[in-house]
């Protein structure tokens, strides 16, 4: 809500008072109603538009990485990658990021290619519909067991799930 008081102008106290329906300032959902004033008000946005194609990739993505991962673990997998999407670091589409060079082990072994499964569209699904606040920032993650990799030791941890580390 701090950013949207600032596009307003307006004191974060005074966007809580004209908002009473959110329980929480410090969480909010795409999609949520905020007013802006007594007559007026914004809808929580972000800036990644997914086609049906990209959904379809992203889900057969997280069901290659996060497959045998918790449910939380694939939406995160799902929000690491729109974050990058959302990164100036990174490309700026689904497809684009998953095919970046180097980055998404699925792809260069072919497991990409497999279809996803019902949890994996449906972690896909939170992932775009939800604040991606959730992911904590989260840029990359890797299952430290099976990649010994030291530079992403080196990046800031966000959260583990499973048996997945994510940094940022």
């Known amino acids: ?6 596009k307003y102008g307006l004191s974060l106290g005074e ?3 004209l908002n009473p329906q959110v ?4 969480l909010i959902f795409i999609g949520q109603t905020i007013h802006t004033s007594g007559n007026s008000s914004s809808t929580v946005s972000h800036k990644t538009n997914v086609s049906a194609n990209d959904r379809d990739l992203l889900a057969r993505l997280v ?16 929000i690491v990658v729109l974050n990058r999407v ?14 970046q060079k180097g980055q998404f082990s699925p792809v260069a072994n072919g497991q990409i290619n497999q279809p996803a499964d019902n949890e994996s569209r449906r972690a896909v699904d939170e992932a775009i519909a939800y ?20 530079w992403l030791k080196s990046r800031p ?11 940022k």
Request: hydrophobic letters at 30%.
């Open 131 to 150: 604040d991606r606040s959730r992911g904590y920032g989260s840029l990359y993650f890797y299952n430290p067991e099976l990649s010994p990799n030291s």
């Open 157 to 167: 941890t966000t959260k583990v799930i499973g048996h997945h580390v994510f940094k």
């Open 86 to 99: 959302d990164s100036p670091d990174f490309p700026n589409t689904v497809h684009d990021v998953i095919y």
């Open 23 to 26: 329980k929480n300032p410090n």
């Open 63 to 78: 069901r290659a990485e996060a497959g045998g991962e918790p449910y939380d673990g694939k939406v995160a997998v799902a």
């Open 15 to 17: 966007l809580i008072r």
């Open 1 to 6: 809500m701090t950013k949207i008081s600032k």
